[in-house]
C-alpha cells in the first residue's frame, strides 16, 4: 500500500499561513484521487479538501473554504496545503488520505498544526 | 454539530459483539451505498476497516461487518478482542458536500 508523511506543521499566529505536505511513496501518484482530513485536539474527523487526479476536480468544506487551497504536484507525489487567514479553530492534526471507491484507503501519521497568539 | 449522528460510546466484554450505529439523511447514508467505517487508536491515524457499506479491505478480519437500512448505517464487531478499543468513526459521501464523518464512538472493552 501506499505510504504517506506529512510535513509543515507548527506554530503560527492567528492571521497567518502554513503549507503542509503530503509525499507519497510509489510511482503512481498521479492516478490517486487527494484528501485533507483534520482532527482537533480530543475531537472527531473532519474531511476538509479534496483533489481528483489531474487536478480536474477539487472540494473544499465550508469551514475552509476561500482560505485554504489544495495542489498536487505529480512529478515529485506531493500534495499541499496552503493555509492562510488562520484562526484558532484551525488547530489540529491535518492528515493527508487517498480515498479510492469513496473511501479512505491509506492515511498518513499526521501534522500538528498550532494556531495561537 | 457532525453531520453524521454516532452514540458516543459502546462497550462489550471480550468475545462478545457489539453493533455501532451512524445515522444520516436521505442525502448522504440513504441516497448512496458509500459508507466507510474507521477505528483509530489514540495518538493514530484511522485505519479502514469497512467500505462501500459491507466491503472489507484486505487484511481486515470478518469479525467486522458492516450494513446499511435506510438512513442508518451499522458496524458490527465480533468476538471482541482487547485491541479494538479505540475510537470508530463513520463516513458517507454526502452529494454536494463530498464526504461527511460522524462525530465518532469510543468502544470500551471490558
Known amino acids: 500500500d501506499v505510504q504517506l508523511v506529512e510535513s509543515g506543521g507548527g506554530l503560527v499566529q492567528p492571521g497567518g499561513s502554513l503549507r503542509l505536505a503530503c509525499v507519497a511513496s510509489?510511482?503512481?501518484?498521479?492516478?490517486?484521487?487527494m484528501n485533507w482530513v483534520r482532527q482537533a485536539p480530543g475531537k472527531g474527523l473532519e474531511w476538509i479538501s479534496y483533489?481528483?487526479?489531474?487536478?480536474?476536480?477539487?472540494y473544499y468544506a465550508d469551514s475552509v473554504r476561500g482560505r485554504f487551497t489544495i495542489s498536487r504536484d505529480d512529478a515529485t507525489s506531493s500534495l499541499y496545503l496552503e493555509m492562510n487567514s488562520l484562526r484558532n479553530e484551525d488547530t489540529a492534526v491535518y492528515f493527508c488520505?487517498?480515498?479510492?471507491?469513496?473511501?479512505?484507503?491509506?492515511w498518513g501519521q499526521g501534522t500538528l498544526v498550532t494556531v495561537s497568539s | 454539530q457532525s453531520a453524521l449522528t454516532q452514540p458516543p460510546s459502546a462497550s462489550g466484554s471480550p468475545g462478545q459483539s457489539v453493533t455501532i450505529s451512524c445515522t444520516g439523511t436521505?442525502?448522504?447514508?440513504?441516497?448512496?451505498?458509500?459508507v466507510s467505517w474507521y477505528r483509530q487508536h489514540p495518538g493514530k491515524a484511522p485505519t479502514l476497516l469497512i467500505y462501500?457499506?459491507?466491503k472489507r479491505p484486505s487484511g481486515v478480519p470478518d469479525r467486522f461487518s458492516g450494513s446499511k437500512s435506510g438512513n442508518t448505517a451499522s458496524l458490527t464487531v465480533s468476538g471482541l478482542q482487547a485491541e479494538d478499543e479505540a475510537d470508530y468513526y463513520c463516513?458517507?459521501?454526502?452529494?454536494?458536500?463530498?464526504?461527511?464523518f460522524g462525530g465518532g464512538t469510543k468502544l470500551t472493552v471490558l
Open positions: 488520505a487517498r480515498d479510492s471507491d469513496w473511501a479512505f484507503h491509506s
Open positions: 510509489g510511482d503512481i501518484f498521479y492516478s490517486y484521487h
Open positions: 483533489i481528483r487526479s489531474g487536478s480536474t476536480t477539487i
Open positions: 436521505s442525502s448522504d447514508i440513504g441516497a448512496y451505498d458509500y
Open positions: 462501500e457499506v459491507n
Open positions: 463516513n458517507s459521501h454526502g452529494g454536494i458536500r463530498p464526504w461527511v
